[in-house]
C-alpha cells in the first residue's frame, strides 16, 4: 500500500485494496457466510437422522428387532410390527421398478440414439412433465380411473391367462398391489429416464461411431458397446427409481387398498409404510403409537438415504470414466 | 451366399425391433400423461365456477361451497416456503460453486443430493417433532418449513450447476479491475447466471406447490380462514386428498376443480420455464 503514489489511492473507492495486499475481509466474510449455508444442508440431513432416531426410541425400546419381523398392528392393545408395510412397499416398489425400467431404458434410447432432432425436445419435455405432474392428482386419476380400468379390464385379463398362478388369483379389486404398482410405475418412469439419457449421453461418442463402422447395427452397438460401458449407472439409476418408488406416498395411498395384509395375490389389498404414516399419524394417541409410525418413518428414511448414497456412486462412475475410454 | 443373406436380414429385423420396441416404450410412457390432463381439464372444468374462488367449504353433507381458503393456504405456504428455502440454497449453491473444491464442499453437495432423494414425508415426521411437537399445534408456518426443506437441495445444487457455466473470464475481468472476489461473485457471476437460477426456482416452488405428504401433519387442514401463521391452514393439496378419499359426490366434483387449479399451476410454471431458457439459448 505504502508503495502506491499517494493520489491513486485517493482515487480508489475505500473497499478497493491492491491485489493481494492484505485479507480482504469481504471475502472472509463472504466466504464463511457462505459455507454457513452450505453446512446447512449438511445440519438439516444430520438433524433429520438424530430427530428421526428420538423420535422412534420409546417404540425400539419397547420392539427392538421384533417390530420388523412381527406382523401384529394393533394400536388398541399397544402391539405394533411392521412386516405388512416393509412387505407392502417392498413388493410394491420391486414390482414397479420390473415396469419401469424397461419403459424408461427404451425412452432413453429413443432420446439418445434413435429420435430425430426436433422431436428430441418436445419429447424428453413430455416426459420431464410427467415427474411434474402432483403426485395426489395422480393419486386422484388413480381412483377414478385407473383403478376401476384395473379391475374392469386388466386384472380379468390376467386372471384369464396367468389365472393358474396364485399373483393373480382372487377377486379383481382395483385397489391393491397391482394397481398400486402399476401408479409407481408411471411415476418414476421419467426419474429413471433421465438419469439413464444422461448415462448414455455420458458414452463417448467415439465408442459408438467405432461400433457403426465395423458395421453393427444399433441393436448391436447398444448391446456390445453402450450398455457395458453404461451398466454400472443405469444400475445406479435403477436404484435412484427405486427410492422413489419406496417413499412415494400420496398416489399409492389412495389406490393400494391400505390394509394390513400380506397376500400372495397381486389383487388384494395391501399397505405401504409411508401410507400407514399418512393415514395414522394425525390420529395416532399414545406415545408408543407415535413412536412406531416414527420408527418406520426412520426405517424409511434409513433405507432411502443407503439406496441414494449407492446409486449416486454407481452413477458417478459412469460420468467420470477417464477420457481413456476413446481410443 | 444365401446364408449371409439370411443372417442380414435377421440383423436387420432384430435392429428393426428394437427401434420400434423403444418407439413403444416411448408412447406407453405418454399415454398416462395425456390420459391424467384428458381427466383433469375433463372433470375440473365442470366443477369449476364463482364458487370454487371465493367461498369457504360447506360442512359434510352439504352441497356447494368452494376452497378460497386453501388456494389462499397454498400460495401463503409456497410464498412463505421461498422465503425460507431459496435465500439459503442460492447462498449454499454459491458456496459450492466458488469454494467448493473441497472436501467439506463434496460433502454438501453429497449431502444437497442425497437430501432430494429423502422422502417427502419423512421430511413431514422431521418438522413435525421438530416444530409441532414443540409448539403444540399445527401451523402454517410448521408446513412452510417442511416444504423449504424440500426445496432447499433442489435450488442449491440448480445454483451451483448454473454458477459453473458462466464464462470464467467474465470473473477474471472483474478481478482485474480490483474487484474483491465476493463483489464479482455477486455482482458479475450471479448475476449473469440469475435468469437461468430463476428458471431452476420456479421449477422447485413448482413441485413444491404439489406437495401434500409433508403438509399432512405439519399445516394440517382446516375448514375456515386461518388468519395467523400459527394455526392449521388448508392447502389444495391436501384438500384435494381429503375430498378424493371422501365418499361424497360433490366433493369429488371440487377435488376434480382442485386438481385442475393445481394442474394448470404447475404445467405453467413448468411451460414458462422452458421458454425462458429456450429465449435465452436463442440469444
Redesign the interface.
Known sequence: MASQPQSLVRSRPKWLKPFGSEVNWGDAIFRALTLLFGLCVVAILGGMALQMLKASRLSLQAFGLGFITSNAWNPIQDQFGALPFIFGTVVSSLLALSLAVPISLGIAVFLTELCPAWLKNPVAFLIELLAAVPSVVYGLWGIFALAPWMREVVEPALASTLGFLPLFQGPSQGFGMLTGAVILAIMITPTISAVCREVLNAVPGALREGSYALGATRWETLRTVILPFARSGLVGASILGLGRALGETMAITMVIGNRPEISSSLFAPSYTMASVIANEFTEATGDLYLSALSEIGFLLFVVTLILNIIARALVWRVARLPEGGRL | MSLSGERHAL??F??RA??A??????I???V??F??LY??AA?GIQGINLDFFTQLPKPVGETGGGMANAIVGTLKLVGLASVMGIP??V??G???A???QTR??S??R??????S??????????V???VVLASKTFSAFAGALALA?IM??TV?RTTEELLRLVPESLREAA?GL??????A??RVMLRTAAPGIAVGIM?AV??V?????PL??TA?SNRFWSDSWNEPTASL?VQ??TY??SPFEDW?RQ??AA?LV??SL??IL?IAA?VLVRNRVKK
Open positions: 440383423r436387420k432384430t435392429d428394437f427401434s420396441s423403444c418407439v413403444l416404450a416411448t406407453i410412457a405418454l398416462p400423461l390420459g391424467i381427466y383433469v372433470r439459503p440454497g447462498l449454499a454459491v458456496y459450492l466458488e469454494f467448493g467439506t464442499g460433502v454438501v453429497f449431502s444437497a443430493d442425497v437430501l432423494g429423502i422422502p417427502s414425508i419423512t421430511v413431514g415426521i422431521f413435525y417433532s421438530l426443506v432447499l437441495p442449491t478481478l480490483g474487484v474483491p472476489k465476493w463483489r461473485t455477486l421449477l413448482a413441485r406447490a404439489g406437495e401434500t405428504a399432512l401433519f394440517f393439496p384435494i386428498y378424493a378419499v369429488h377435488a376434480w386438481a393445481l394442474v404447475v404445467l413448468n422452458r
